[in-house]
């Protein structure tokens, strides 16, 4: 609890102009601040110096910096021993606002009065170190691996490197070339496995365990304890933090029924068709002569929801290198290709140009039946989708460009003691569930990074790439557990939840929502804390219908003491009042671009940023509500099939709990109507007037909460 509160005003970047300071300065001695000052220029040198002799003079253990929007400045106005509470009165109330008018008079003063009130029980967490090891383990040991494994022991650590097979390489021990390089592409860069292979092999901070796999992992992120069964029986391991690079496995061609593999020996896969040219002679099976027509079938089973909805990536270059082999073996050689679209990116589209150029036939077509024929070869029906017409080809061997299938993480991978599983959480296609664009590495379990292919479909070079940036995460997750910071997407918080376990009732509300496995729980169900999994979204926070878990700067009764400070006018006055809760990380985002770019928002809308909507507590509806706020509108992530929350199911958890809310909110004669979810994603700040209007006017319609009496 901060006991000596300073409130800062910055007069600069048109807030001087747009309100008046000075009753800002007047509402913040209301709020019985220890000390008010204002300055022209917070963020400038001299602003800054202000502020740190202020801190100094008064011995402050808090200060509320009125000026510009949390998402800038964040170093500039961090001071050591002292917590920091932003209130936004230039994106907030400035460039949202008609200057000199009442409303953003009233606005700019409950931004005030809300930050002092969050100040009121919050304190600058110090953080809780965790010992670290300086060990990463790699679980894979193909070209995402090995450059996993070498940049991770580059960077001083000692890598464990656990494959499978008795070998090192891979998938790629399997291909006769790599392409593009192996194409002479100039401007190609890579990979050379061999060097790879040789760089692990003479690493000294590389151990490389051959035939094992990982039969458990149990602990936590900088304290990981790894049993590896192999040939030579058990062993224990530590590690810190887990790069899981495990591979990839092609589609079972027998489920694509219509496409006829398994019916006869002359309709292989594309992996098939590899190994016959690494063997030195492409040979159809059936009788081992010389193919004089192949036929290849793309997206056999990709971007197809009965099969693989996603590209598989690789499925036409793969091809496109396969007209070359066979060119090269017999240039008389009939090559046709039936796709649903040809996709090379990058240098692949060289490749694309040279096989036009020796005479590949492309056909747009929609591959209807193979009919493997008893004499050998095969009967293919498509329909030509360009012409509209028919299409029927007899050929030598047809080859099925099969897609990708990652290594399933339900296939004794990892082998995690969490109490949400062994393995790590799936998404459509079965690849690791996270934020996946913003985040591509991270998975759903702290410090355990996913890379190469069993991430998504990707070619060796960008394998090389992603095994690289897979074991930079997982450095980086060393450096802050050691500092004892979070990770992502609150990179640097020092904070971690606090649970009066006193208190607790059971109920494991909070160890089944929590979207990280950050909380196992003993045999009577009570919480049990892994600070190092925690990645302080405030799931747990918004789960507890007890109030028994807060964060030092983030709290229940924090984030309510910001709702009772606003001043509420009566009914009379027909100045409505919204209380909006903003995700940081989408939504606060958002609003801050519509005040960038000009857009007038709504000036009875008073906004708290909280971490994510699941850290949303239902109390706080009743804390809004008592005060006569007229509607509550929360403003999160988008959720759903494509989902984009930074902490997995935030929003739609709080969608949930408001339904639950609603339904209280009727039985008491209170329209639930005066609560609403809006799904805001970060480029939504074009529609963010009309959403707030919009909810306005129909609060106009319900007429004033009864509870402004």
């Not at 021990?173 to 194409?183: E, S």
């Not at 059971?506 to 190092?532: H, Y």
């Not at 809760?581 to 007038?600: I, R, T, Y």
């Not at 239902?618 to 706020?629: P, Y």
């Amino acid at each position: 609890m901060a006991e000596k509160i300073g409130c800062f005003v910055c007069t600069g970047c048109t807030i001087g102009e747009a309100m008046d300071c000075d009753k800002l300065v007047a509402v913040a001695g209301e709020m019985q601040a220890a000390v008010v000052e204002q300055h022209p220029a917070l963020c400038q040198p001299e602003g800054v110096e202000m502020l740190r002799r202020a801190i100094a003079e008064h011995e402050l253990d808090a200060v509320v910096v009125a000026a510009c929007s949390a998402r800038v400045h964040g170093d500039t106005f961090d001071f050591e021993d002292v917590y920091t509470e932003r209130a936004s009165l230039r994106e907030g109330v400035a460039w949202t606002q008609p200057a000199g008018e009442e409303d953003t008079q009233m606005l700019a003063e409950d931004v005030v009065r809300m930050g002092i009130g969050r100040c009121r029980f919050a304190a600058r967490p110090t953080g809780t170190p965790a010992p670290v090891q300086d060990r990463v383990l790699v679980i894979g040991g193909g070209v995402t691996g090995l450059s996993a494994a070498l940049a991770a022991a580059a960077a001083g650590k000692q890598v464990d490197l656990v494959e499978r097979e008795q070998q090192l390489g891979g998938f790629a021990n399997k291909l006769h070339k790599i392409f593009p390089r192996d194409a002479e592409v100039a401007a190609y860069p890579g990979p050379d496995v061999d060097s790879l292979l040789a760089r692990v092999a003479e690493h000294d901070n590389i151990t490389v365990h051959l035939g094992a796999t990982v039969t458990r992992i149990s602990g936590a992120p900088g304290a990981f304890e790894v049993t590896v069964g192999g040939d030579g029986g058990e062993q224990s391991l530590a590690s810190d933090a887990v790069v899981v690079a495990a591979g990839w496995q092609p589609y079972d061609a027998a489920k694509i029924e219509h496409l006829g593999y398994g019916r006869g020996p002359d309709v292989i896969t594309n992996v098939e068709f590899e190994q016959l040219a690494k063997q030195g002679k492409i040979a159809r099976p059936s009788d081992g002569k010389v193919p004089e027509s192949v036929l290849f079938v793309q997206c056999a089973g990709s971007r197809d929801p009965q099969h693989l909805p996603y590209c598989s990536n690789l499925c036409c270059p793969a091809t496109l290198k396969h007209i070359t082999y066979l060119k090269e073996q017999s240039p008389e050689t009939v090559c046709y290709v039936l796709y649903k679209d040809i996709r090379a990116p990058g240098h692949y589209e060289q490749i694309f140009e040279q096989v036009q150029r020796q005479g590949a036939i492309f056909v747009k077509a929609d591959v209807e039946r193979v009919e493997p024929q008893q004499a050998g070869g095969a009967s293919v029906s498509a329909q030509d989708l360009l012409l509209g017409e028919p299409l029927q080809v007899e050929v030598d061997l047809v080859v099925l460009a099969i897609g990708m299938v990652p290594v399933t993480l339900d296939s004794d991978v990892l082998n995690l003691t969490y109490r949400q599983g062994p393995e790590l959480p799936e998404r459509e296609g079965g690849f690791p569930n996270s934020h996946f664009i913003c985040f591509p590495y991270e998975t759903q379990r702290t410090a355990i990074y996913a890379a190469g292919a069993v991430r998504t479909p990707m070619d060796l070079a960008t394998c090389v790439d992603d095994g690289t940036g897979a074991a930079a995460k997982a450095l980086q997750a060393i450096e802050f557990m050691r500092q004892g910071a979070a990770c992502h997407p609150r990179v640097g918080d020092l904070s971690l939840p606090d649970f009066h376990l006193q208190r607790c009732t059971q109920c494991k509300r909070c160890t089944e929502e929590c979207p990280f496995g950050a909380l196992d729980e003993d045999a009577k169900g009570t919480p049990q804390p892994n600070p190092t999994r925690c990645r302080r979204c405030g799931v747990c926070m918004g789960a507890c219908p007890e109030r028994i878990v807060s964060f030092e700067n983030y709290s229940v009764q924090m984030i309510s003491e910001g709702i009772k400070s606003i001043f509420v006018p009566d009914e009379f006055e027909e100045k409505p009042r919204v209380l909006a809760f903003a995700c940081e990380n989408d939504a606060m985002a958002a609003l801050d671009m519509a005040a960038m770019n000009g857009l007038q928002l709504n000036p009875y809308v008073r906004v708290i940023p909280v971490r994510c909507l699941g850290s949303f507590n239902i109390i706080w509806v009743a804390d809004a509500l008592s005060r006569g706020i007229d509607g509550i509108m929360l403003m999160g992530c988008r959720f759903g099939d494509d989902y984009q929350c930074h902490f997995i199911k935030g929003s739609e958890l709080a969608n949930t709990r408001l339904k639950n809310v609603g339904d209280t909110l009727d039985r008491l004669m209170l329209e639930s109507e005066r609560l609403r979810l809006e799904q805001v994603a970060i480029n939504d700040w074009r529609r963010l007037p009309q959403m707030f209007d919009d909810f306005l006017a129909r609060l106009d319609e319900l007429g004033p909460n009864p509870y402004k009496e």
